[in-house]
């Protein structure tokens, strides 16, 4: 097949051929009445497989070029210096939280503000838990906070309470797209030295306004994080992303994700500084080769290049994404309150129908929805999958009821909880979502908003 080619030929001639084969056998299949409709699906074509087997055929395997690539374009999309590309988001959580307890954390601008053992970070039970994972894991103190119906995000007014002498940060989601209200969250930071994290995996593309301008979400607090799992707003099929404006954050993020080493020299390139047998760190001896010292205890979060080839690929295609994700919400919001009017219904007296926050501009991940007095969430959710359509629960509802917590609960030294924690029972008892993802029609909505009036008819 290859005879009289070179090898940039060769390459050249096998992704034409991938590319016909994704456009022959990898073409989505036009939507037919009966179909399932998922929440969420991958949106993608000939540009991620060719990017793929691009990756394959140079076989590095590890991050490299694709990386380095994906990394300053997610940056520039986002506006922010630093980015750090790994192989989950929920690892991004772990590698964003991790480096708040850095001992380079000890002494800045004159102030302690390392996160250690036994210390509080602000957030809520209404989320996903690996947003949690990484407080507990470390000997963190969670304090969980109520949420608001029909924004689902962070009950602000409850920031006060939480406070305590033991505070360090708040590490909280924007929930299913829609951001928390970073105006009082950032004020509340500012005003008692505290980091702010933003869990951003389900708000790519999302936008607050702050009072200096439109900013998007992540890139307001001191960390952001985003994943790139195939349910998300654009995907590589596992990863995620670490990204921050701070250059000393970055170089802990960095560290922690890369085994925990000091040497900040990429895979396969030695001695960049010039310096890598001439140091003297902690208690080794002088001239201990730099590319083996460990400053953090870390891990081994990074991504392969095949990942980050699949998204440099989706990140072209990323801004149509959000734009889809917010008209295919508007279009469910209103079919839902035309089509229920004409049956005589008001459907707001069954669901309460979401909002989104003041000053923001959501790139949605799903449509939520709380059944209101009367109304049963089992009953609808069980009629609305039988129509086809599928639905989630906003994931863990209220993480402390799980059986994660069986051998903590009631231990005050390792998790608090601030009120009632009210509507984030009353999401984990009466609320739903379906998916707004880009790949849906109208004929899909179409049906889904017939299955979710008839459901709450029942």
């Known amino acids: 097949m290859f005879e009289n080619m070179n090898e940039k030929e060769a390459r050249q001639h096998i992704l034409d051929l991938v590319a016909e084969y994704a456009d022959s056998f990898h073409k989505k299949k036009e939507y037919e009445e009966g179909d399932r409709i998922s929440y969420a699906s991958r949106v993608y074509d000939r540009d991620e497989m060719t990017n793929l087997v691009d990756s394959a055929l140079e076989f590095w395997l590890t991050a490299g070029r694709y ?247 989706q990140l072209k295609k990323f801004p149509n994404f959000v734009e889809k994700r917010k008209e295919n919400f508007a279009y469910l919001r209103n079919g839902l309150k035309a089509c229920a009017a004409s049956e005589g219904l008001d459907i707001e007296d069954k669901l309460i129908l979401p909002v989104a926050s003041a000053h923001s501009d959501p790139s949605w991940f799903g449509f939520m929805m709380t059944c209101r007095e009367g109304v049963d969430r089992s009953t609808v959710v069980s009629a609305v999958e039988a129509s086809g359509v599928q639905t989630r629960a906003l994931f863990a509802g209220n993480l402390t009821k799980h059986p994660c917590f069986d051998d903590i609960r009631g231990d005050l030294s390792a998790y608090r909880i601030v009120g009632d924690l009210h509507n984030t029972d009353t999401i984990m008892n009466s609320s739903f979502w379906v998916g707004v993802y880009p790949g849906m029609t109208k004929e899909m909505l179409d049906h889904m908003i017939g299955a979710i009036i008839k459901a709450v008819q029942l």
């Open 67 to 313: 990386t380095d690539e994906f990394e300053k374009a997610f940056a520039g999309y986002l506006g922010v210096r630093f980015c750090s590309l790994v192989n989950s988001g929920s690892s991004a959580n772990l590698n964003a939280f991790m480096a708040l307890t850095s001992p380079l954390l000890e002494d800045v601008n004159g102030k302690d503000r390392r996160v250690r053992r036994g210390d509080e970070v602000i957030t809520v039970a209404a989320g996903f838990p690996t947003t949690v994972a990484p407080i507990i894991q470390y000997g963190a103190v969670p304090v969980f906070v109520d949420v608001t119906i029909p924004e689902y995000n962070i009950d602000v007014s409850a920031l006060e309470d939480a406070f305590s002498d033991r505070t360090k940060a708040v590490m909280v989601a924007h929930t299913l797209g829609n951001p928390f209200d970073l105006r009082a969250v950032r004020a509340f930071c500012d005003k008692h030295d505290l980091w702010l994290i933003e869990d951003n995996c389900d708000a790519l593309g999302s936008r607050y306004e702050m009072e200096d301008g439109w900013h998007f979400t992540g890139t307001v607090g001191d960390i952001g994080t985003s994943s790139f799992y195939p349910p998300h707003h654009m995907t590589m099929g596992e990863g995620g992303a670490v990204y921050t404006d701070d250059p000393l954050l970055n170089r802990i993020i960095r560290s922690m994700r890369d085994w925990g080493r000091d040497c900040v020299c990429p895979s396969g390139r030695d001695n960049l500084c010039g310096h890598r047998f001439d140091g003297q760190y902690g208690q080794l001896p002088f001239g201990y080769d730099h590319k083996y010292v460990y400053s953090h205890f870390g891990y081994n979060l990074k991504a392969t290049d095949m990942q980050a080839a699949v998204g440099c690929a």
